[in-house]
Antibody
């Protein structure tokens, strides 16, 4: 059973960056493909990007390219998502979600991290 | 990549069946058998209910079923129960991933 535990809520000013972490237990990061999905208040789910095991690279949704960086520390089984140049529209709950290799669905989800962007 | 289109809301009485549609294009829903469905209760993380169009993860009741025809996928909940009241999202692989607009299921 995979468990994902995310870092706590953040409040940031416009123009700043935020880095959210997601600690994996039950599996190691090398056995999983990690993705990030966000949900603005009262809105739907939006895929931001994730690891593509076929290419061995992280792919990002076009909307976030140049502004988001997803990294992993396999020594601690922790994944990170950093979003820069924050604006008010980035206020959302950010989720990490995993895929097992060779699958195309998200089996397990973190509890979510609320990021509030406000001056 | 545009969001997949779902009805904003559907409702049914306990014991009835409801079906949620998820319409995309030949580049996403119609092009791959990689449609998944997620249930989300208020304030909670999404939960996987259906994957690869029609497969159920272990632990998901068999009241939940999925199908696809052309560019439209569907989730059917049979024998609706009070705890099924939630938001439901479809998701399709498309080289990247795209989610649906979401459907609120209300149990009358």
């Amino acid at each position: 059973q995979v468990q994902l535990v995310q870092s706590g809520a953040e409040v940031k000013k416009p123009g700043a960056s935020v880095k959210v972490s997601c600690k994996v237990s039950g599996y190691t990061l090398t056995e999983l493909s990690m993705h990030w999905v966000r949900q603005a208040p009262g809105k739907g789910l939006e895929w931001m990007g994730g690891f593509d095991p076929e290419d061995g690279e992280t792919i990002y949704a076009q909307k976030f390219q140049g502004r988001v960086t997803m990294t992993e520390d396999t020594s601690t089984d922790t994944a990170y998502m950093e979003l820069s140049s924050l604006r008010s529209e980035d206020t959302a709950v950010y989720y990490c979600a995993t895929q097992k290799y060779s699958s195309s669905h998200f089996d397990y989800w973190g509890q979510g991290t609320l990021v509030t962007v406000s001056s | 990549q545009s969001a997949l289109t779902q009805p904003r809301s559907v409702s049914g009485s306990p014991g009835q069946s409801v079906t949620i549609s998820c319409t995309g294009t030949s580049s996403d829903v119609g092009g791959y058998n990689y449609v998944s469905w997620y249930q989300q209760h208020p304030g909670k993380a999404p939960k996987l209910m259906i994957y690869d169009v029609s497969k159920r993860p272990s632990g998901v009741p068999d009241r939940f079923s999925g199908s696809k025809s052309g560019n439209t996928a569907s989730l059917t909940i049979s024998g609706l129960q009070a705890e099924d009241e939630a938001d439901y999202y479809c998701c399709s692989y498309a080289g990247s991933y795209v989610f649906g607009t979401g459907t609120k299921v209300t149990v009358l």
